[in-house]
């Protein structure tokens, strides 16, 4: 071991600038090797009583002897073998703690952390092993576990931008924004040129709906660092929390001309398309989410289909199903069901469903009878062939609640094109009754109109 390094270990400052504090608890490789972080976590033995453990004579003479053992090369184990060997239920917590760091470097968490716990033990208020045991909770992810050490750290007198911000990652990582916010505000007072503060107090604001407060951050954020993704996709998320999703969908388009929209925002693009009618873009923003996935969710393309279907955009639903099922060759048993009732859905708005798609469709009613939507499909079918057989088919699906609507309203216009106005309108009513539209509403009373003129 380096002579460096020993000094680290037994004699180095806590004092410490810490940068990309955030990326570096969730990238070990450059957060917990960095050699400005290990100064300020090896830290000193500090001469305040209240916080340090005392070292006697002959515990110093030890220590001695385990530096002698680190200035060697490869006696690292020696000096632990020291340690270990020197340490009994009396001798001072600067043992634990000095194994405990030794542990670290060589990246033994679990072994590091018993060592530093058992200094807590023996010196309860051991303000750098308590820190230190914290930091290592926030390490392995172990965020509850975490809170106790480093709250009891600040107690202790740790009023550090450090701290205060590890704090606020690890009750934001325990779904406490509140407290999260508290600690990131005074993080970032302490280190206000530290950007993962400012992003951790975004996100906590977020996670407590301060959706402005969040939006004006991230324009900050933006400023400060650049064209950073990360920044713009917590802001369009907070201003769909705002219900401005047309701002969203800025950012999404935005960041999409670089391809850095996530697969996930795609699709949410696709749904703020639809939801303000943007049919075509919305089947565009799904089509992309597709090219892009490596293995894409068959599950969730298939409902974007469905979702265009709704809003009778054929063109565009027929073009991404193509798209899915060329992309997605093997399909399950349970998905191909739904591509046969799509593809016949749209054979049916073109009156092109043949016989075999048909056959198709009365195999799966018979599988399946609760199939609202596909018993629907065959009351299309048949309407221009047998009417009686439709209306069979549409009155078993108005049996089924979710489907009676649709069931009612189709089978009352198969009557009116028959010339059974009468026999329509409580069918049209009915559906106008459940599922209230304007154009049905319109329908409904030419219908009533028709009526009375045919007595």
Not at 302 to 316: H, I
Not at 418 to 431: D, E, I, S, T, V
């Amino acid at each position: 071991m380096k002579m460096k390094q020993i000094l680290i270990v037994l004699m180095g400052s806590i004092a410490f600038s810490m940068t990309q504090a955030q990326g570096w608890i969730e990238q070990p490789s450059t957060f917990w090797k960095d050699e400005q972080f290990q100064k300020a976590f090896m830290g000193s033995y500090g001469t305040k009583a209240e916080i340090e453990p005392r070292i006697t004579v002959l515990e110093k003479q030890v220590m001695e002897k385990v530096l002698k053992h680190l200035s060697a090369e490869n006696e690292t184990k020696k000096a632990i073998e020291l340690l270990v060997k020197s340490i009994t239920p009396s001798s001072s917590a600067l043992f634990e703690f000095t194994l405990a760091n030794l542990y670290f470097q060589d990246d033994k968490l679990d072994d590091a952390l018993k060592y530093y716990s058992a200094a807590i033990t023996k010196f309860p208020s051991f303000q750098r092993a308590l820190k230190n045991k914290g930091l290592i909770n926030i390490r392995q992810g172990k965020f509850e576990e975490a809170l106790a050490p480093l709250t009891q750290t600040m107690e202790l007198g740790a009023v550090d931008g450090m701290t205060y911000g590890l704090l606020g990652y690890a009750y934001a990582s325990t779904e406490q924004h509140i407290c999260a916010e508290t600690a990131y505000r005074q993080a970032i007072l302490l280190q206000p040129k530290i950007m993962d503060w400012k992003l951790g107090l975004c996100r906590s604001l977020f996670k407590q709906q301060k959706f402005g407060e969040s939006i004006a951050l991230c324009d900050d954020l933006f400023k400060l660092s650049g064209n950073k993704a990360e920044y713009l996709l917590l802001q369009a998320n907070a201003y769909l929390g705002m219900k401005q999703p047309m701002r969203a969908a800025e950012i999404y388009e935005l960041l999409d001309l670089s391809e850095k929209t996530p697969i996930n925002s795609l699709q949410t693009l696709g749904d703020i398309y639809v939801n303000e009618g943007l049919l075509v873009q919305a089947a565009a923003a799904y089509q992309r989410a597709l090219t892009r996935e490596a293995s894409p969710d068959l599950s969730k393309q298939l409902r974007n289909v469905e979702v265009l279907l709704s809003r009778a955009a054929y063109d565009v639903a027929e073009r991404l199903l193509v798209a899915i099922t060329t992309k997605i060759t093997v399909l399950p048993d349970d998905q191909k069901k739904r591509v046969l009732k799509m593809k016949a859905r749209l054979a049916a708005v073109r009156n092109e469903m043949g016989d075999e798609q048909v056959k198709i469709l009365t195999e799966i009613v018979s599988l399946d009878p609760l199939e609202g939507e596909t018993l629907i499909l065959l009351g299309q079918y048949y309407a221009s062939r047998d009417m009686e057989k439709s209306i069979f088919y549409y009155e078993r699906a108005a049996a089924l609640e979710a489907f009676e609507a649709d069931a009612k309203l189709r089978q009352g216009q198969l009557l009116v094109k028959n010339g059974k106005y009468q026999q329509a309108l409580p069918l049209l009513k009915r559906a106008l009754e459940l599922k209230p539209r304007e154009e049905v509403q319109r329908y409904t009373e030419q219908v009533e109109r028709a009526a009375r003129r045919n007595g």
